[in-house]
T-cell receptor, first 115, second 110 residues
Framework: NAGVTQTPKFQVLKTGQSMTLQCAQD?????MSWYRQDPGMGLRLIHY???????DQGEVPNGYNVSRSTTEDFPLRLLSAAPSQTSVYFC??????????????FGSGTRLTVV | TQLLEQSPQFLSIQEGENLTVYCNSS?????LQWYRQEPGEGPVLLVT?????EVKKLKRLTFQFGDARKDSSLHITAAQPGDTGLYLC??????????FGTGTRLQVFP
């Protein structure tokens, strides 16, 4: 089925470890983004990309890196995991960068626990 | 920083009741979207409203965008257990960012 695929679905990391959360979409969407969802705080934007080779910071970018070498893939890298990064991470994509008309398609999320 | 506040935060009702969820901001948005999220899944888009005063209906759900494009409401008529979930509003400004509200968790009991 077409959509946004996130892997892994669950991950436990030790403090200081690094890892990459994978996100791929097969809808030829220009826009991709990463959010984290914490209880009582809604979805907060980490990084986003308006096209291949272009990325920018969102509301909470510290501790995370991204790259967009292809239209399809937008991996999120945790450089040195901290307990404060325990969260559920969602990747989302949209047809074009302008969000006035086009809604987001979300992946099913990655639940990350840092111990 | 643009903020979207949703109320109520939690809502627990019986099947057949009506309810309204509010989404408010001091900022003007070019459009506003509503999503529903079920446990273990990502949010799913329900509707996008673009014009101030716009009303859209999706079966028993009615969405309205405020005249000044700073607020929105979601009204559910005759709620059913299948409506249970987390409802999120999200506002788009003139940037490439979509700002999400904190969510309203709805539980509908049979």
């Amino acid at each position: 089925n077409a959509g946004v695929t996130q892997t892994p679905k669950f991950q436990v990391l030790k403090t200081g470890q690094s890892m990459t959360l994978q996100c791929a979409q097969d809808m030829n969407h220009e826009y991709m983004s990463w959010y984290r969802q914490d209880p009582g705080m809604g979805l907060r934007l980490i990084h986003y990309s308006v096209g291949a080779g272009i990325t920018d910071q969102g509301e909470v970018p510290n501790g995370y890196n991204v790259s967009r070498s292809t239209t399809e893939d937008f991996p999120l890298r945790l450089l040195s995991a901290a307990p404060s990064q325990t969260s559920v991470y969602f990747c989302a994509s949209s047809l074009f960068a302008g969000t006035a008309i086009y809604g987001y398609t979300f992946g099913s999320g990655t639940r990350l626990t840092v111990v | 920083t643009q903020l979207l506040e949703q109320s109520p935060q939690f809502l627990s009702i019986q099947e057949g009741e009506n309810l309204t969820v509010y989404c408010n901001s001091s900022s003007v948005f070019s459009s506003l979207q509503w999503y529903r999220q079920e446990p273990g899944e990502g949010p799913v888009l329900l509707v996008t409203v673009v014009t101030g005063g716009e009303v859209k209906k999706l079966k028993r759900l009615t969405f309205q965008f405020g005249d000044a494009r700073k607020d929105s409401s979601l009204h559910i008529t005759a709620a059913q257990p299948g409506d249970t979930g987390l409802y999120l509003c999200a506002g788009a400004s003139n940037t490439d960012k979509l700002i999400f509200g904190t969510g309203t968790r709805l539980q509908v009991f049979p």
